[in-house]
């Protein structure tokens, strides 16, 4: 019993295994990159399978869904044992079943309608759904699978697959904006062996290329078709137009004379009388007038008495 204590005590202290082989990788080891100006790179989880290793490269974000943006990349193909973990992944084209159960785990309480329309990027079809969540953000769920098909992929040699998966949410970018993350990755890592080809032989050039008789013009992309329907835009305000008691518009006010004031002509009417009732009001004695127009009425003429020269005086004065 004392050798064994003895024992015990010599043996060093057990080390501490994570099983799920999950860690957290740096940006430069990143699988996949997005496109140039697009999301920022975060942070990256890291996990190992028996069969697979897989990268969570989490995105920034601007959108108020509760969740992360998140471009996944798994690699399959001949992992190296000693750092495998001890689940498995499932490789193969998913059902349409688990392709809804994807979405709603990654984007609860959004309904997402699925693209009808044919879609591929440099690495050949992928698919996309899309939906609008409560909060206004636009939410994007895009999924491809590249691997070499038929004649391209031998016993010996084109081996392996990756699997892709984007969630992405945000509060101002359309749903275009959003796709172009799709046609933009880059896949930037491989396993290192010779029958590790996803990707299969490149794809010859089209034989008319160079060829007399074939023109080529300069036609893009001149049509986007979107998923969902584009959010309608804000009702117009109403015009509300006041009408008096008299059920007619009010008459605009005029522009105040500037000058001397010229007497009226007898039953005429001057600009003065046509000033709306919210005019200055205007003292004289005890009273004040301002609920209706102001008329103007010219002095009398100077009498022809001594005190002309003083009313003479007072009419330059006034010119």
Not at 201 to 210: C, F, I, K, R
Not at 252 to 272: D, E, F, I, K, N
Request: hydrophobic share 35%; charged share 15%; aromatic share 6%.
């Amino acid at each position: 019993m004392m050798s064994v204590a003895v024992l015990a005590g010599c043996a060093g202290p057990a080390p501490i295994v994570n099983p799920s082989g999950t860690s957290l990788a740096s940006a430069e080891t990143a699988f996949a990159f997005p496109p140039p100006g697009g999301p920022a790179i975060t942070a990256i989880l890291e996990r190992r399978f028996t069969n697979a290793t897989q990268q969570d490269i989490l995105l920034s974000t601007s959108a108020h869904t509760p969740g992360q943006n998140t471009l996944r990349v798994q690699l399959f193909g001949p992992v190296d044992t000693s750092l495998a973990g001890q689940g498995r992944l499932r490789d193969g084209y998913l059902p349409i079943g688990d392709l809804g159960s994807e979405m709603r785990q990654m984007l609860p309480g959004i309904r997402m309608q699925r693209s009808p329309y044919y879609v591929q990027n440099k690495y050949g079809p992928f698919g996309y759904a899309v939906g609008r969540a409560a909060s206004g953000d636009t939410c994007l769920y895009g999924w491809q699978r590249i691997s070499s098909t038929g004649v391209t992929q031998t016993w010996i040699g084109n081996k392996g697959s990756v699997q892709v998966r984007l969630r992405l949410c945000d509060q101002g970018a359309s749903e275009q904006k959003l796709l172009d993350i799709m046609y933009g990755y880059t896949i930037t890592s491989y396993f290192k062996s010779r029958n590790w080809n996803p990707y299969g032989e490149p794809v010859a050039p089209d034989e008319s290329l160079g060829k007399p008789g074939h023109p080529i013009y300069p036609v893009g992309v001149t049509r986007f078709e979107t998923v969902t329907a584009p959010a309608s835009a804000k009702p117009a305000p109403r015009i509300v137009r006041r009408r008096d008691a008299a059920g007619q518009q009010p008459v605009q006010s005029l522009a105040h004379p500037v000058g001397p004031l010229v007497p009226a002509p007898p039953g005429g009417r001057t600009a003065q009388t046509l000033q709306p009732a919210a005019s200055q009001p205007v003292a004289t004695g005890n009273a004040v007038v301002g609920s209706g127009p102001i008329t103007i009425v010219p002095s009398p003429p100077c009498a022809q008495t001594s005190a002309a020269a003083g009313c003479g005086k007072q009419e330059d004065t006034a010119r």
